[in-house]
């Protein structure tokens, strides 16, 4: 069974710019989830989709937003991006999405904001 | 604010020694408690999980210790070797509130040969 897939694998954007990031979960996965990862901060939650609903939302300005498809792909866009904005994103999907199934990660987006 | 505090930062662990790294949670309302290992260049991979009506979980070389009063939890990894060099994350959820976790800011674990 193939794994997470994201693209792309590298990015690189000026500030103001805005970036769209994309995810394939795995067959038959419902959940999918969005993770900023940064040095000392280790991964925090932006947040998560099931059957094309955001279940949750991390505590991120509105700059930060995603959807998911019919087929459970999903996409993050990020508008008007700052420096700060730098950082790996990682993908996440979970059959159950419950809270206590496993989360598979892809092996994220590098995102560099000049 | 970060909800769950992992420590150390960084370890450094001879071949066939024990690392052990800890971490901390406020929340009570949290009752699933995963480690993840994440290698350079990929995405964290779960690697043991514990919930809170167990004190301690054990899968091979590497064992969960859970502390309910305290609100801590730790990961053992007995025999280290240079192969488990890596980033290990803790991580706390909710059940049945979807799927969102709080992880803790990742502790680097070198082993030497």
């Known amino acids: 069974k193939a794994g997470v897939t994201q693209t792309p694998r590298y990015l690189i954007k000026t500030r103001g710019q805005q970036v769209t990031l994309s995810c394939s979960p795995i067959s038959g996965h419902r959940s999918v989830s969005w993770y900023q990862q940064t040095p000392g901060q280790g991964l925090q939650f932006l947040f998560e989709?099931?059957?094309?609903?955001?279940?949750n939302k991390g505590n991120f300005p509105g700059r930060f937003s995603g959807r998911q498809f019919s087929n459970s792909r999903s996409e993050m866009n990020v508008s008007t991006l700052e420096l700060g904005d730098s950082a790996l994103y990682l993908c996440?999907?979970?059959?159950?999405?419950?809270?206590?199934?496993?989360?598979?990660f892809g092996n994220g987006t590098r995102l560099t904001v000049t | 604010q970060q909800q769950v505090k992992q420590s150390p930062q960084s370890l450094i662990v001879q071949k066939g020694g024990i690392s052990i790294i800890n971490c901390a949670y406020e929340n009570t309302a949290f009752d699933y408690f995963p480690w993840y290992q994440q290698f350079p260049g990929k995405g964290p991979a779960l690697l043991i999980a514990?919930?809170?009506?167990?004190s301690e979980k054990k899968e091979g070389r590497f064992t969960i210790s859970f502390n309910k009063s305290a609100k801590q939890f730790s990961l053992h990894i007995m025999d280290s070797q240079p192969g488990d060099s890596a980033t290990y994350f803790c991580?706390?959820?909710?059940?049945?509130?979807?799927?969102?976790?709080?992880f803790g800011t990742g502790t680097s674990l070198t082993v030497i040969p």
């Open positions: 514990i919930r809170p009506d167990v």
């Open positions: 991580a706390a959820s909710k059940l049945n509130t979807g799927n969102q976790f709080y």
């Open positions: 989709y099931f059957s094309e609903t955001q279940r």
């Open positions: 996440a999907s979970s059959f159950r999405g419950t809270g206590n199934s496993p989360l598979h």
